[in-house]
Structure formats: structure tokens, C-alpha cells
């Protein structure tokens, strides 16, 4: 610097100037002329202590560890993340995906069979659909890819879902964010923000979507929907709603 | 893979490589002291909660921006930052509580008689009323205890500037914690033109 900095007259001094010079603000020549006139000054001198003292207070805080709730549903969102499929695509885009395979698989097996078979099939094109219903039909709208059997739970035992759900991101028969808000409305249940976990179950052997949404403090919000019947202006959609608090 | 004895670094690195536990690691080390920053800026749980899982989820998909020279804690605490900086700027609703009229170097209880846990409730207290720009480097500089260079790349403010801003954090909770006798404070002449005016100049630095 120029080395013409002035120095502040005092006493007194402001406790702002002071509290500049206790946290090393001032350019150092101008510290170095400052610091032994208010170590000099008593009131000066009593402001440095109080703001030191107020340094131990701040120092002395004690950690806040992240509470359990809050780092499952952090672990819960960044194991969605990792999920190369999960949840950025849609099952919609999903489904229509695998009957994009399922038409090209088709076709192949309609190639290999043409070749095998050419003058059958030449002959009996009406034979070609039933190709395709050989296909496993999907027995719900829920069927999924490479899907496990959705997992079952009991009415009585709700509680005994909530550590497999909240693993997952996954709607279901309900397949998007804005489908889940409608049947939480429908419902009268309010919810900021994207569930800690969501997954198809079953409930008591009916199909059904078992949602746990952030509820306060150490507490979640368990809800399961009816995906066939639940929307927007039907709380009849709601099969369970209850909440759980954190151990 | 993910052997609890890797760095920080190698957690990254492992991430961008496609190591799927690797971020949830390094989140792991971290989360406890990105929570207390979070809290402690936003005051709100659930708010800290939302906004720790949009910066990790951030994190997690800027990973391969992360460049070496920086600290990972420093990026990912900057990411953490912004964060709750950007909600609290959305929000703008709740006004900062103002100093209590009551007077500067007015205690809020006589300390002797407090036990530390009342002690700390009423720092922590006291930190909530302070502006947005001077508790975000209070709460990394003087609890969180980093230095004032890791916490002016957090804040993308220069190191000056963060000094002044924990000064003036200091100087307030000062009074408002008791430590300075109403006498000093009252007596005490404020900040001139001429002090603001040096003030500004030296804050660059």
C-alpha cells in the first residue's frame, strides 16, 4: 500500500473501528500505530475483551449432528440419483421404450420366422397379431421392466414398509410426480417437495402406492394410495394415512 | 472401491468414474458439520433439509467441474452455501429480526447464572438476528472454524470482505450477548463518515 493510511484519532474509538482492528481488517501499518493506544485505553481495552469473549461464545457452540430422518432421506435421493433409469425417466417413457424392443423383437422373430417358415406366414399374415399376444400379457398397468414383485404389505403391519420404501423413487402405477400431488390432494394431505420415498406395494393383497412424505421434525408421513381409484377430487383414493415419528 | 481410508479426492475421482457409493461416502464424512452450517444460516429445519439435498444432488451431478486446486470440503461447502444464500433470497419474507430496542450491552440474562446449554441457546439466539451477509461467514469463520480463505471462495466474496462482515457480526453480538457494559456502548461514538469511507477502502483487501 502507499504507507499514508491514516490512523484513527482516539480515544474514544467506535466499536466498529475496534472490532475491525480485533479482526485484522485494518492494513497492518495502520494496525501496528492503532493496536498499542487502545491496548493503552481502558474502555478501548474492555471492548477487544468483549469481543474476544464473544469469539469463545461462537467457538464454544456445540455441533448439531444431522438428525437420522434428514440422512436417510438425503441417502434416499442421492441412491435415486445413482440409479441410471431412476427417477429422471418416467414409466410412461419407460413402457414405451420396452414396446419399442418388444415391436423390434417382434420383428426379428417374424424375420427368423419368415425365413424358417416364409411361405406359412407369406400365406397367413392374420397369424402375425397372435404373435404378439403371445407376448406375456401385463396383468396390471403397473407391470414394469425387469420389475420385482411389488413388495406386500400388511394393513396392520404399515410401519414394517417404511425402510424399503424409503429406498426408492419409484411411482408405480402412479408414474408421475403431478398423478402423486393430485391423489394427495384428493386426500387433503399437503406436501412440499418431492416424497423420501415412494413404491408400488400391495396392501393386504390389492394393488396400491406406499408414499412417506417429509412431515416436521423427526417425524414422516406415511400415505397409501389407491392408484385406481385416487385423483385429485377423490379422497376415497387414500387407503392410509398416518404418521410415524422417528426413533 | 470405496475403502474407508480414501481421501476426499479419490472419493471424487471414484464418483466420476462410476463408483455408485462414492459420492454417498464422501456425504457421509461431511454431512454433520454441512447440516450445522445449513441450519445455522437458514434458522428453518426443514428448509435446511431441502436445501442440503439440492446442493448434494447439485454436487452430485457437477462433480466433474470439481477442480483439484480447491479443497473437496471447500466446493461442496460452497455448493451448501449458495444453496441456503439462494432460499433465503427467494424467500425474502421473513425480515431479519432487528436488534432489541431494549439497548446495546442490554444481556438478555445475567450470564453467572446460566448454564452452558442456556449459554449456547442464547448465542445461538443472538446469531439468527444478525443480516444474512455477516452470519454466513460468522457461522464458517468463528463456529464452523474455517479460514477466512476457504471462507471467501465459499462465498465468492473477498477475504477483506469477509473480515469486515465478521467484524461487524462481532461487534453486534457483542452487545447483544452482554459482553459490552451498557456504559461503553452507549458512550461510544459511532462509526464516522471518515471511518466508513477507510472502511470501504480497506474491505478489498
Redesign the interface.
Known sequence: MTGM??V?MGP?????????L??????PEVAAQLRPRVEADP?AR??L???D???E???????????DH??A???A???A??RPSAPVVSLDEARKRRNRRLGLGGAGVLVAAAAAFGVVLAVSPGTTPSSNDAQPAPTTSSSKPNAAPPLAVKESELGSAVGDVLKAQNFGPLETPDRLAGCLKGGGITSS?NPLGISPITLDGKEAVMAIL?S??AQYRLVVLDPKTCGPDKPEGVLADTTIKQR | MTAAASSDADLISAHAAGD??A??EL?KRH??????VA??TLRD??E???A??EA??SA??AASSFRAESQVTTWLHRIVVNACLDRMRRRQTRPTVPLPEAGPGEPVAPRDAMS?RE??LM??EA?MELPEEQRAP?VLV??E?YS?AETAQMLGIAE?TV??R???G??K???V?G???NR??D??????G??VQ??RQ??G?
Request: aromatic letters at 6%; one cysteine or more; proline letters at 9%.
Open positions: 493510511e491514516r484513527p474514544p474509538w467506535s466499536i466498529d473501528l475496534i472490532a475491525d480485533h479482526a485484522g481488517v485494518l492494513p474502555e474492555e471492548i475483551q468483549a469481543l469473549a464473544t469469539l461464545d461462537l467457538q464454544a457452540l456445540p455441533p448439531i449432528p444431522m438428525p434428514v440422512a432421506r438425503i441417502d435421493a442421492l441412491a440419483e445413482a417437495g417429509p416436521g421434525l | 455408485p457409493y459420492f454417498s456425504v454431512r454433520d458439520r454441512m447440516w450445522a441450519l445455522r429445519p426443514e435446511a433439509a431441502d442440503l439435498q448434494f444432488i452430485f451431478r452452558d449459554t449456547s448465542v445461538q446469531l460468522i468463528d463456529v472454524g477466512v477483506g473480515k469486515s465478521c467484524a461487524r462481532r461487534a453480538l457483542a452487545k450477548l459482553h459490552l457494559r461503553i456502548a458512550a461510544n461514538v459511532p462509526a464516522d471518515v471511518n477507510e472502511q480497506w474491505e483487501r
